[in-house]
């Protein structure tokens, strides 16, 4: 059954957070708050936990379109090709934040994403979240998780999440209520921005 460990946004407890982060270096699973919806994440180094995950998601691992959650843009380089000065722009304006980019990979991509030409990043404005991933030293493997139920799509009360997920994942993190409208997904592979799904972050950064 996964452990529940309450952090408090305004001022991640450094003990705890070390606490998630050996879940994840140990191959765990994690459910942790975000500036969106609440995620499901782990190390993405750890081969085992990317399948875990995809299992849970009814997906192929190869053909899964998860996404990496960054400290910040520094780690860009790490699995993304040199962006233009654009482009570069448009991340710091919007970053930390609400928005999903998809852009072009690099070789760096663990094995597991070979296959893929793309990359989707999130650098969430959520304290929780960058501190996990600032200390565990590398990206965090993401997905949202949704709701069965199609009318609420996404669960928010952390409380709920646990009792749904516990025997599933290793730890569910009540940062508080999460929001129920997923991020901003924009795609900057290509020669113009294209909008693929609008969510809770503006296109005014456009």
């Not at 998601?57 to 040199?82: E, M, P, T, W």
């Amino acid at each position: 059954m996964a452990q529940f460990i309450k952090i408090y946004p305004e001022n991640p407890n450094e003990a705890a957070i070390t606490k998630a982060v050996k879940v994840l270096k140990e191959g765990g699973l994690v459910i942790y708050p975000t500036d969106t919806v609440y995620g499901l994440g782990c190390d993405i180094t750890n081969t085992k936990a990317l399948e875990r995950i995809a299992k849970i998601k009814g997906v192929k691992l190869d053909k899964a379109n998860f996404s990496f959650i960054c400290h910040d843009l520094s780690n860009l380089s790490d699995y993304v090709r040199q962006v233009d000065t654009v482009t570069f722009k448009l991340l710091k304006r919007a970053l930390p934040g609400p928005y999903t980019f998809i852009l072009p990979g690099n070789n760096n991509l663990p094995k597991e994403f070979k296959k893929k030409t793309t990359v989707g990043i999130r650098i969430p404005d959520n304290s929780i979240a960058l501190e996990i991933v600032r200390q565990l030293g590398n990206p965090i493997v993401s997905t949202s998780i949704r709701d069965e139920d199609e009318v609420i799509e996404y669960t928010t009360d952390p409380e709920l999440i646990f009792e749904k997920w516990q025997n599933l994942v290793d730890m569910v993190i009540d940062g508080g209520y999460g929001d129920n409208q997923a991020s901003t997904i924009i795609d900057l592979s290509g020669n113009e921005p294209i909008v693929i799904r609008e969510g809770k972050g503006s296109l005014d950064i456009l």
